[in-house]
């Protein structure tokens, strides 16, 4: 319906399924019939999404958005032809690019993995509605995305502070906290999709969970020492 629903994972998903190319039409800029300008939000997706191709080798010519109207056939036509032959000339994904397809099958799952975090982190330039086509390929910076990468963050709940109260489980979108009553919980890191949900949700006069950015992940409690012992109330 809007091209501001096109997720970036749809995106990735798409070259992750073996799409060589893929466009993204969107109504003309400044014509939405809706306050949300959705367009613009594509947009900035898609510039984004771009340096994240070159992030990981992939010619950021195989993404590409236009705005036209539903009334302009002959431009719509045009622009897919263009697209096509663009497309043909660059070959299968991978190919020209020289990276072995199992390579970029698990790159576009690691960044896929990221989404989340990426959004967050990305969230205000997302948001902006950029007016002047000079501004796109310098809106996000390859230095800007290298640093995102490697500056990923991690989350972590300290054995020490967490009261077992549960809330931070309930809230995490992918089940990637194990715990329960009266057991230290614990993020299991390979399913994490660092949404930062849990950091938010843990009360205050816990303060059990940490972001860790750049440094590595303490080692879990092992699952025999999780159980905490409260003391009987007299
Ligand atoms: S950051 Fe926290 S809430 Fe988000 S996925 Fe990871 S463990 Fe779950
Ligand atoms: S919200 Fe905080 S205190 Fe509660 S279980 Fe999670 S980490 Fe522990």
């Excluded at 299968?92 to 990276?99: D, M, T, Y």
């Excluded at 979108?173 to 009266?182: F, L, M």
């Excluded at 949404?195 to 440094?215: D, Q």
């Amino acid at each position: 319906m809007c091209s501001g629903r096109v997720d970036l994972e749809f995106v990735l998903r798409a070259f992750s399924n073996g799409m060589d190319g893929v466009i993204i039409g969107g109504c003309r800029l400044n014509e939405c019939n809706y306050i949300t300008h959705g367009n613009y939000h594509a947009l900035t997706m898609v510039l984004l999404c771009k340096k994240i191709m070159e992030h990981i080798g992939l010619n950021p010519e195989r993404l590409r958005i236009e705005f036209m109207s539903s009334a302009e056939g002959n431009r719509f036509a045009e622009v897919m032809s263009d697209f096509g032959d663009k497309v043909n000339q660059m070959g299968p994904l991978g190919k020209a690019e020289g990276i072995d397809q199992n390579e970029i099958k698990s790159k576009l799952a690691e960044i896929t993995k990221l989404v989340p975090y990426i959004k967050v982190a990305k969230n205000e330039k997302l948001a902006s509605h950029l007016e002047n086509p000079e501004e796109y390929d310098k809106f996000f910076t390859k230095d800007e995305i290298d640093r995102l990468f490697s500056e990923v963050l991690s989350y972590y709940i300290d054995p020490k502070k967490c009261q077992a109260c549960t809330t931070c489980a309930k809230r995490c979108p992918v089940e990637a906290i194990a715990g329960g009553k009266n057991l230290i919980h614990v993020i299991d890191q390979a399913k994490c999709i660092k949404c930062g949900a849990c950091l938010e949700a843990c009360p205050t006069k816990f303060s059990a969970v940490t972001k860790i950015s750049g440094a590595p992940v303490p080692p879990p409690l092992p699952e025999e020492k999780r159980t905490i012992v409260r003391k009987k109330k007299e």
